[in-house]
């Protein structure tokens, strides 16, 4: 029952997508087939990411209560067994109702198969898997220092899935350049889509840039955890 409410909510986040293709032909410059195969990578990329790491943001109530401690004295990784604890198997229905959305999406655009979209269309959910799980475990090691830091993490995690599932184009100035590029949330979906859409970029990017995402991806997983280093160092020399 929890998978089926869970792909539920999928079904309403693609569903928020759509319901803009009532007002406008386009968003962005790209058409409504073109926007779902963007949501598709983006949120096979986040809901993956969710299953595989969403339990770490439960940190901060292990933190709280102390039950962290019990963790780190077992000889085990401590990432590992918070990743363990609690696994939630209803985020399947997200992860099933994502690739469900993504298959439609590479059907309804007619990608004209090449080695190189192949690899692309393989490549893509797995980098922004790794990107979003990244985010998730930054965004829990905050905690180490302020434990009610949820709502800020949240703002990375969630407020950047809501962010690639539209095309960049859409946004601009400051906002663009922060999250899309700063952060590297232009990296999840919206290059790889141009890859796989045979489409150049709007905004002029140099042809090297769509084929970044492994590496923004290998970046934000290295920061990441270097920061959860960090933050477990902390915890223990508190004793907190």
Do not use: C, K
């Not at 709280?64 to 990784?77: H, M, Q």
Request: a neutral charge.
């Amino acid at each position: 029952m929890d998978v089926v409410a869970s792909a539920a909510f999928a079904l309403l986040d693609i569903l928020s997508v759509l319901v803009l293709f009532l007002v406008t032909p386009s968003l962005g410059g790209f058409a409504p087939a073109e926007v779902l195969l963007v949501a598709g990578l983006a949120m096979v990329g986040f809901s993956t990411a969710d299953l595989v790491t969403g339990n770490v943001e439960r940190l901060r109530h292990y933190v709280r209560t102390g039950l962290l401690d019990a963790v780190l004295i077992r000889p085990l990784g401590v990432l590992p067994q918070l990743l363990a604890i609690d696994f939630a198997p209803r985020r399947l229905g997200r992860v099933a109702q994502s690739l469900l959305l993504l298959v439609i999406a590479l059907s309804v655009v007619d990608v004209s198969w090449t080695p190189q979209r192949v690899l692309t269309a393989v490549l893509a959910p797995v980098v922004g898997t790794v990107f979003f799980g990244s985010l998730f475990v930054a965004g829990a090691t905050v905690a180490f220092w302020w434990i009610e830091s949820g709502e800020v993490a949240n703002a990375f995690t969630y407020g950047g899935r809501d962010f690639t599932v539209y095309p960049v184009t859409i946004y601009a100035g400051w906002f663009r350049g922060l999250f899309a590029y700063g952060l590297g949330f232009a990296f999840v979906a919206y290059y790889p889509a141009l890859v796989l859409l045979d489409r150049p970029d709007p905004l002029g990017a140099p042809e090297f840039v769509r084929w970044l995402g492994p590496v923004v991806a290998a970046v934000a997983a290295g920061l990441a955890w270097l920061a959860w280093r960090a933050g477990v160092r902390h915890y223990r020399s508190t004793g907190s």
